[in-house]
């Protein structure tokens, strides 16, 4: 299945230090991704970005 995940946050996404909201943002990714979904992430701040492409 194709997924894309959206978020409004204005920071990063995938920060060296995760908070909260990031690691759960990072986490769903990764979980979509190990049961065979391709996942894209939209955010505001994709210049910040460190991971790029279809995951």
Request: glycine share 0%; no cysteine.
């Given at each position: 299945m194709r997924i894309s995940?959206?978020?409004p946050l204005s920071?990063?996404?995938f920060p060296?230090?995760?908070s909260?909201?990031?690691l759960i943002v990072d986490t769903l990714?990764?979980?979509l991704?190990?049961?065979g979904h391709?996942?894209?992430l939209f955010s505001p701040v994709q210049k910040s970005?460190?991971?790029k492409g279809i995951y």
């Open positions: 995940q959206v978020t920071e990063r996404v060296v230090s995760y909260s909201i990031e990714k990764d979980e991704v190990y049961h391709e996942v894209t970005i460190k991971k």
